[in-house]
């Protein structure tokens, strides 16, 4: 039987097209200390949700549901869900 | 001969131990709208990095470093580095 809980890991980007000032100020930030070699940046959210349920269907589920209803605002971010124990 | 850029997607975490104010809000936040199946709430960013070099372990190093000189606080943050196509 599995003991540890399960573990959600969410990760939230902005959807393609969709400015990003937060990653360009890191561009320009890492620009300016000498890293020369970037094309671009894209910043995101990670989130990390432990959680009591053990049935990892019902957890992808609810998960999507919070990241639908709260985490992520879907007009302009996409969002994906992995379970790990 | 690989066509596409390389692309690092970078994840940084609080230390455990360290305390999370903003995962706490989102925890507090989910319970309030009915999510009750939650144990904890981490939240940590996620940056992806499109890169012009080739190299792969060169890129691995340079985007540590960046980590090591910016984008991570690591007294009380972990980073981890992919790289990818």
Redesign the interface.
């Known amino acids: 039987m599995r003991r540890s ?1 399960l573990k959600a890991k969410v ?3 902005l959807k393609s097209g969709v400015l990003d000032p937060q ?1 360009k100020a ?1 561009e320009h ?2 620009g300016g ?1 000498g ?1 020369k ?17 053990k049935d990892k269907a019902k ?1 992808k589920s ?1 998960v999507e ?2 990241c639908k ?3 992520a605002n879907t007009i302009v971010e996409n969002f994906t869900v992995d379970l790990d124990e």
Chains 1, 2 share one sequence.
């Open positions: 809980p990760h939230i980007t990653g890191v930030a890492l200390l890293f070699d970037i094309i671009d940046v894209r910043q995101g959210k990670y989130i990390e949700l432990t959680l009591k349920t957890a609810e549901k919070m209803t709260l985490l």
